[in-house]
């Protein structure tokens, strides 16, 4: 059963030079608030794994910016500035794939694959180092799994026990994140009790959740 804990408890789990995996694509679905207190707590090394860097200004672009990450492994990072910066200095080890290869290397890691073949990058710079098999005729990138040590993952409403409903869009990549890690947390919405959410709406089992941290309203500044 997942356990309700503080947002700082949850921060409190993640340590320097640990690959975190980010749910959310472009803003939409990512876990901002765990995010900006990774980035308050000053966390440094890590291996992110995510589909971006994050739009420059948002959460997931300050763990750029506050050079919280040595590695990022991603499909796109053209909506950070900051990222292409420090890719070309040298400054940040950036690691581009595909984004279709990404989300299955991680999918294999939370089914247990050792691995998946995709054609994508046949002929291109991305089979430098890779192995290589022929299947039916067909030659094919052999892509090992992706896993961390932690998940952050965004969820509109969970139970107690950790069941998670993701909301329209910011469902994205989440639910499989959600298996690809040694521990995921939660930041949700709305934490109800078991049985207040119907099986069949529940996207991430609660068996994959460790932790859940209730997302805090934010003021709405006064413009009048």
């Known amino acids: 059963m997942a356990q309700i804990v503080t947002l700082k408890e949850a921060i409190h789990k993640i340590q320097n030079g640990m690959t975190i995996m980010v749910g959310g694509f472009l803003g939409c679905g990512v876990p901002?608030?765990?995010?900006?207190?990774?980035?308050h707590k000053e966390a440094r090394d890590l291996t992110i794994i995510a589909n971006d860097s994050g739009i420059l200004?948002?959460?997931?672009?300050h763990l750029i910016v506050k050079r919280c990450a040595r590695k990022l492994i991603a499909s796109h990072i053209g909506t950070n500035k900051e990222t292409g910066r420090q890719m070309?200095?040298?400054e940040l080890d950036v690691r581009l794939v595909p984004q279709g290869t990404l989300i299955?290397?991680?999918r294999a890691a939370g089914s247990g694959l050792g691995g998946i073949l995709?054609?994508?990058?046949?002929g291109t710079i991305i089979e430098e180092g890779k192995q290589k098999l022929v299947v039916n005729s067909t030659e094919y990138l052999l892509e090992l799994p992706l896993r961390a040590d932690i998940a952050l993952v965004n969820a509109y409403k969970a139970?107690?026990?950790g069941n998670l409903v993701y909301r329209r869009s910011a469902r994205n990549f989440n639910p499989i994140i959600a298996m690809a890690a040694d521990i995921?947390?939660?930041?949700?919405?709305?934490?109800?009790?078991?049985g207040e959410i119907d099986p069949d709406e529940v996207m991430t089992p609660g068996i994959f959740v460790d932790y859940l941290v209730q997302k805090q309203a934010r003021e709405v500044p006064n413009v009048g």
């Open 88 to 90: 070309t200095a040298g």
């Open 118 to 122: 995709t054609p994508t990058g046949i």
């Open 104 to 106: 299955e290397q991680i």
């Open 184 to 194: 995921v947390i939660a930041q949700v919405n709305h934490i109800l009790d078991d």
């Open 159 to 161: 139970d107690k026990s």
């Open 57 to 61: 200004g948002d959460a997931l672009s």
């Open 32 to 39: 901002e608030q765990l995010l900006e207190a990774v980035c």
